[in-house]
């Protein structure tokens, strides 16, 4: 029986990756995404793994020929929205991401800011990068991503003080609590993240 | 783009570059790439799908391998190792063959 899922990942990389993969060992498989929902296809539990990649950070030519690649390579291929994004019409601006990768437009990269990868499960890990350096440059793209959404909450949370608010005290109570919790639930990814750059570091350089 | 860090001023080569390079003494696509190093290194190395778009692009733009022109019927791109290319790797392999002269004459030979 097909099912549907609505999520939103704020650890949008380990957090989405674990929940993909505890869903296949239930015996679903993905069949689509859309920006907040899943939609699943039976399968043989723990027939398929998935891993998530950021390719965000990219330029859109630069990511849409990793896809490729990686669809030549015999996995199946999904792109997905992570909505860190300040929209200017039909640009946006991703402060996060590394040079042309910066502006995106429809449909371009839009909503494409992930790839979730699957595969038939093996024996060993499934792991997109294993060059220890390589693995350490995507961990600090990532840290950027989360970084730059907890500081943008943080700024917004700081601004509700400083700026008059228009609306009553229990929403403007309510809207500094919403703030506070989304800077919270990126800056734990962000400080996990952190630490798993020490780490890699430490082992790299010794 | 994945940055494959190599000291080649130095004169050294990760091994994960160095393999990468080796594999396109003949021409090959991304995917066999990664396959031919699990094979040849008895599945010591397994270099992941990423790693190895990565290592390809890094590779292309520093001259030391050229896409062939060819595509198979899935669309993998081919590649083949350029006259620059072969010259890196053979002062890799010159590096490693001192290194492991000197380390054999130090370990058994007691050379100061």
């Known amino acids: 029986m097909t099912k549907t899922k609505i999520r939103y ?56 020929d990793y896809k490729s690649f990686l669809e030549s390579a015999g996995y199946r291929v999904f792109t997905k929205n992570i909505n860190l994004n300040l929209s200017f019409g039909k640009i946006r601006w991703r402060p996060w991401a590394r040079g042309s990768g910066q502006l995106t437009t429809s449909p371009g990269s839009f909503n494409k800011e992930l790839l979730i990868v699957e595969r038939k499960r093996q024996d060993q890990p499934f792991a997109l990068h294993t060059d220890p350096q390589d693995v350490l440059e995507t961990y600090v793209a990532l840290r950027r991503a989360y970084r730059w959404a907890t500081g943008v909450m943080a700024a917004l949370l700081v601004l509700t003080f400083i700026a008059e608010p228009a609306s009553g005290v229990l929403q403007t109570a309510l809207l500094r609590l919403a703030l506070l919790l989304f800077a919270l639930l990126w800056g734990l990814p962000a400080a996990k993240t952190s630490t798993i750059i020490r780490r890699l570091r430490e082992e790299i350089h010794g | 783009m994945i940055r494959i860090r190599d000291n080649v001023k130095g004169g050294a080569l990760t091994e994960t570059t160095f393999l990468v390079l080796l594999a396109f003494y003949r021409p090959n696509h991304g995917y066999e790439v990664m396959q031919w190093i699990e094979e040849e290194t008895g599945g010591r190395v397994s270099l992941g799908a990423g790693t190895a778009y990565g290592a390809i692009n890094t590779l292309v733009k520093r001259g030391w391998i050229t896409p062939t022109g060819n595509e198979d019927g899935r669309h993998r791109k081919e590649y083949m190792i350029t006259a620059l290319g072969r010259r890196v790797a053979e002062q890799e392999l010159s590096r490693l063959n001192k290194l492991a002269a000197l380390a054999g004459r130090v370990m058994r030979g007691g050379s100061k």
Not at chain 1, 33 to 44: A, I, K, W
């Open chain 1, 9 to 64: 990942f704020f650890d949008f990389l380990a957090g989405q990756e674990r929940w993909l993969n505890r869903m296949a060992e239930q015996g679903y498989r993905l069949a689509r995404c859309g920006p907040f929902t899943y939609h699943f296809e039976p399968c043989n539990p723990g027939e398929y793994e998935y891993a998530v990649e950021l390719v965000g950070d990219r330029p859109y030519y630069e990511a849409k």
